[in-house]
């Protein structure tokens, strides 16, 4: 995809909030801390489109972005991280539920895991939500690089048996190398039925 524009639009927490429908979208879920805005800045080529942080569990909006004025990105608050106050963490459950349950834009979810850690109840929960609403998902393994490639393989079999899915379903990703951007693209692009000829 050849990036002509990536843009802000705005943050919410309810539907009331939301921007007008213009473009399909695209949701990017995953834990504080998994390299969820570094994706979604490898995927816009541009180095803080959506700020990164050190501090996980930041994010606690629903973020949207207009990308050549042909989709919308929206960045979904990350989730499993306890520092976050309970009263905070209550909220995003409901808050996520809400957009995914009623959009009726939404073309699918990027489910984004870290490849150095084993699914957890969350991803398991969160996938599984999107299945019984029939909400198409890609599953993205980020942080490729800190392994080796047959380490890559060997953890990429291991979470697609924990989520029972098949390896090639996982993609690997790494924002410091690019590896697996254009794959992610590809992927977004099937599920938005965006033209070729717009890429």
């Known amino acids: 995809m050849k990036i002509l524009s990536a843009e802000f639009v705005t943050s919410a927490v309810k539907p009331s909030q939301y921007p007008p429908v213009k473009y399909p979208e695209m949701a990017f879920a995953g834990r504080s801390n998994v390299g969820k805005s570094s994706l979604i800045n490898t995927l816009v080529k541009r180095k803080r489109l959506v700020k990164t942080s050190s501090t996980p569990g930041r994010t606690q909006l629903i973020n949207f972005f207009d990308i050549n004025n042909l989709i919308t990105f929206v960045d979904l608050p990350g989730y499993g ?6 009263a905070v963490r209550k ?3 409901p808050m996520i539920e809400t957009y995914l349950s009623g959009r009726d834009t939404l073309k699918g979810v990027v489910v984004i895991l870290d490849i150095r850690r084993t699914p957890r109840e969350e991803e398991h929960n969160l996938i599984a939500w999107l299945e019984h609403y029939s909400i198409a998902r890609i599953l993205v393994l980020t942080k490729a ?13 291991a979470v697609a048996r ?10 690997l990703f790494s924002a410091k190398s690019r590896k697996g951007r254009d794959a992610v693209w590809d992927a977004i692009i099937s599920l938005t039925e965006l033209k070729r000829s717009q890429e």
Not at 81 to 86: E, F, H
């Open 91 to 93: 909220k995003w459950g």
């Open 145 to 157: 690089d800190k392994f080796s490639k047959t380490k890559q393989d060997k953890q990429r079999a």
């Open 81 to 86: 991280y306890a520092k976050v106050p309970t």
């Open 162 to 171: 924990s989520l029972d899915v098949d390896s090639s379903d996982l993609i």
